[in-house]
């Protein structure tokens, strides 16, 4: 198993650590395909997971989309949560979600705060 790299570890923007959010979310995706509602979510979340893992991210491209994407994704996971406020599976799915998508925000501040150093 590969070893996970915390924002702060002087960390390339290639690095291992956006495969560990990313694979992050790939665990996540185990957790919700079986919501139907978020099938189309889920479909990008896919590919934008995929192509950071297959293809790596010099330039963070993907991991800015992956934040943006968690960003709608969070909306969408409340939004099904606030109709069902009772279900503690979706409280946690949505916490998850907050937090991966945290994780993606702390990669993006600190390469920009190490760039600017």
Do not use: W
Not at 96 to 113: D, G, I, P, Q, Y
């Amino acid at each position: 198993m590969g070893q996970f790299i915390f924002p702060g570890d002087n960390m390339p923007e290639g690095s291992d650590y956006q495969k560990s959010i990313a694979f992050l979310c790939r665990d996540f995706l185990d957790q919700v395909e079986e919501i139907k509602e978020l099938a189309r979510e889920n479909d990008l979340l896919d590919q934008i997971t995929a192509a950071i893992i297959n293809e790596g991210d010099e330039d963070l491209f993907h991991i800015r989309n992956l934040e943006a994407h968690l960003f709608r994704y969070e909306s969408r996971l409340l939004s099904i949560y606030s109709k069902n406020p009772e279900n503690a599976h979706l409280d946690a799915l949505y916490r998850r979600c907050a937090s991966l998508r945290e994780m993606c925000a702390n990669l993006l501040r600190e390469v920009v705060k190490d760039a600017g150093e």
